[in-house]
């Protein structure tokens, strides 16, 4: 009950906003810039991937403020597409992860030490988290597995979030949700504290039940919370996303995220990966027809002998049944 009372925003606020026409989102989403860049003096800074969200939140924020800063991390495991695509931005600080000072190999040392030391992150870091805590003992980690919640009781959402990856508990594999902490935010955080800048950053609500809660309680600018972030793009979809990219024909990753095309019911989307981030980032590749790893041994192919063979991660695939092997293209356009 009391984190119901603590949301800023309901379940049907989200529906209806998300429900907007871009233009509408577009206007609001500028409005939430300017608001987070004036109330912290224009020390701001975009959060940027090399991905399409943030590539649309990019130009938005440049379209307000053209000076606007921006940093990217890269965790040594981007796509080379993505790397060679933020080089081409101005104003863009990269970072490296501050592991790769101990790292006697920058490209292969941070992910594999991160792995070896920590585990792998699947198949979300919301269920790696508590497979991890789990192991170490802890009541409401094994409730969660067990589909209750923590007084004991039955939990519909727990049943369905995490029980069916119970099996983890007793599998081989060391796992967590430590990889994205130790590669990306360990070093964005001493960045941001060093420049004295608070992120701007371009994650949407639906992309996980994590992120929608979030804004849920904060909305786009969390002023109220701990840790000052703003999300101005949080209602968008990603047909948004594309549909902004193409409409103003704006510059994005094309060499991997390929063409964007549109279906008969007008839904966009791109003939290249559907999304990015690390390469050899093994969250959702389950839910995918054809999964990235697949992706990987086609296009990358040294990327993909170093994750399945170097690092082992073959190994995991194997034991929860997922197709790693079989070369796929990306789809063409229909």
């Excluded at 988290?129 to 789990?134: D, E, G, P, R």
């Excluded at 991997?256 to 990015?276: H, P, S």
């Excluded at 389950?286 to 993909?304: G, S, Y």
């Amino acid at each position: 009950m009391r984190q119901a009372q603590e949301r800023k925003h309901t379940p049907e606020d989200l529906k209806i906003m998300q429900a907007w026409p871009l233009s509408r989102k577009i206007q609001v989403t500028q409005t939430r810039i300017m608001e987070w860049h004036e109330r912290f003096n224009h020390k701001t800074a975009i959060s940027f991937s090399g991905g399409v969200d943030s590539t649309v939140l990019l130009d938005l924020a440049r379209r307000c403020y053209p000076d606007i800063p921006a940093v990217f991390m890269d965790t040594t495991i981007e796509y080379p597409e993505i790397v060679d695509f933020v080089k081409s931005k101005s104003n863009v600080t990269i970072l490296k992860p501050q592991l790769c000072k101990i790292c006697v190999n920058c490209a292969e040392g941070c992910f594999a030490k991160v792995i070896r030391e920590h585990g792998i992150c699947y198949p979300s870091k919301d269920v790696a988290s508590v497979i991890c805590y789990a192991r170490q003992g802890k009541a409401w980690a094994n409730n969660c597995l067990k589909g209750l919640n923590a007084d004991g009781t039955r939990s519909w959402y727990k049943e369905t979030m995490y029980k069916p990856w119970k099996f983890l508990l007793d599998s081989p594999f060391k796992i967590s949700a430590k990889c994205c902490t130790v590669l990306k935010e360990k070093s964005l955080d001493k960045w941001y504290k060093e420049k004295g800048y608070v992120p701007i950053i371009g994650t949407l609500a639906s992309e996980s039940q994590r992120r929608k809660h979030a804004w849920l309680i904060t909305g786009c600018n969390g002023f109220e919370s701990k840790r000052k972030i703003s999300k101005p793009l949080s209602f968008w979809t990603h047909n948004d996303i594309l549909r902004y990219l193409r409409d103003f024909n704006i510059p994005y990753a094309a060499d991997i995220y390929g063409e964007i095309v549109e279906d008969k019911k007008g839904k966009l989307r791109t003939t290249g990966e559907q999304r990015t981030g690390c390469s050899l980032c093994m969250v959702g590749c389950h839910l995918d027809k054809t999964n990235k790893f697949q992706r990987l041994k086609q296009h990358h192919p040294d990327i993909w002998d170093f994750g399945v063979n170097s690092l082992g991660l073959g190994e995991f695939f194997d034991f929860i049944g997922v197709n790693y092997r079989k070369e796929c293209v990306f789809e063409s356009e229909n």
